[in-house]
């Protein structure tokens, strides 16, 4: 494309700032505090993931043979889902890995290999090489497909590519698809130009902005309910939702969602460089702090700069052992919403803007448009202008999935 760390929506970063003190003039009275009472607010209370309420779905689990689509965020607290429903008497056939695997160690476009996992010895096959869909004859013996991983909320995020195709498998071979849903840490707004059809690809496969602010499940009732499956198919889907979540609270991501993810500043900041991985910039593989820092040999200002090295989970960054001029943003200030304007300014100070773009931009920019409007010098509100009605449209469509309370 953690350790534990709190994900809050950039509204509450904003909002939250330094409590001054203030004196009491001695003339004033201090009010000792009232007790709690009965029109006291209630506490809040704590979100559940789809894994964690076991008893809404293990009834659908019981005597079927089960596919799992999962990796190394699909856990229930400490433990992982596969452990948990073997412990279950699930009876689990198959784990299917997306990309970075099923333990989620490798580099982000790496193909994975099929093998067996050590601790159980089920057999794993990859959604993320020479077959990104589950093929007939591995789900042939299979009565359920559960899909069960960390999203970022970005369109360019492949696994729910990975969730796409397990749905269409399903569907072509009659089988029964569960989507345990999880929070969407992007989840408290929506922007970006929609994807436009000739540009679909595993990093973008809806007509869905960058940001879209659905979570998994509600992006699989929109994917079922507006026919986007291949020949118009409509999966045997059952989402099994949280409790006590909405698209603007605050919450504490366990397990990082990919290695170069590591934290909450990174997940912020992914929507918008990632951008950068269409370009001669580099996004900060191969350093202590990717998807936080940008630069490139060719950034003609040189206040800030790095060198990616061979890292786990980035062994071959691009612009590895070459010094790279461009931008610090580790400050939690710069973790604001998707923004063109960290691209637009390493654009401007390019001295090699021929080589700027690669091939792989409009796939993850969903349009043939944005290189255009950024190399004859359009500002960012002219280009936003562009993105509509198409993004006001998908707003509207969006509200009919909503399985929790927005952020609007």
Known sequence: MTHHFLLLSTSLLLSLGSCNSKQVPASVPVQPQAAATETSVPEAKPLKTGAEQLELYLPKLQGKRVGLIVNQTSTIGQTHLVDTLLSRGVEIKTIFAPEHGFR????????????????????????????????????????????????????????????????????????????????????????GPVLEQDQVSFVGMHPIPIVHGLTVGELAKMINGEKWLEGKHQAN???????????????????????????????????????????????????????????SPYYQIKEFSFTPVSTPGATDPPHKGVTC????????????????????????????????????????????????????????????????????????????????????
């Open 325 to 408: 001029y461009g931008m610090d943003l580790t400050d939690p200030a710069d973790a604001q919403p998707f923004t063109l304007s960290f691209l637009l300014e390493m654009y401007k100070n390019s001295t090699q803007k021929d080589k700027f773009f690669n091939n792989f931009f409009e796939r993850l920019a969903g349009t043939t448009k944005l290189r255009e409007q950024i190399k004859a010098g359009k500002t960012e509100v002219e280009i936003r202008a562009s993105w509509e009605p198409a993004l006001s449209n998908y707003k509207t469509l969006r509200k009919q999935y909503l399985l929790y309370p927005d952020f609007s």
């Open 104 to 191: 989620g160690e490798a580099d982000a476009g790496a193909h994975i290999k099929d093998g067996n996992d050590p601790k159980t010895g089920l057999p794993i096959i990859s959604l993320y090489g020479k077959n990104k869909k589950p093929l007939p004859e591995q789900v042939k013996d299979l009565d359920v497909l559960l899909f069960d991983i960390q999203d970022v909320g970005t369109r360019f995020y492949t696994y729910i590519s990975t969730m796409h195709y397990a749905m269409e498998a399903a569907a072509e071979n009659r089988k029964e698809v569960v989507v345990l849903d999880r929070p969407n840490p992007n989840g408290h707004y929506v922007d």
């Open 237 to 295: 889907l059952t989402v099994i939702p949280m409790a006590n979540y909405n698209h603007n609270m605050a919450y504490e991501l366990p397990v990082r969602p990919s290695p170069n993810l590591p934290n909450a500043q990174s997940i912020a900041l992914y929507p918008s460089l990632c951008l950068f991985e269409g370009t001669n910039v580099s996004v900060g593989r191969g350093t202590p702090t990717p998807f936080q820092i940008i630069g």
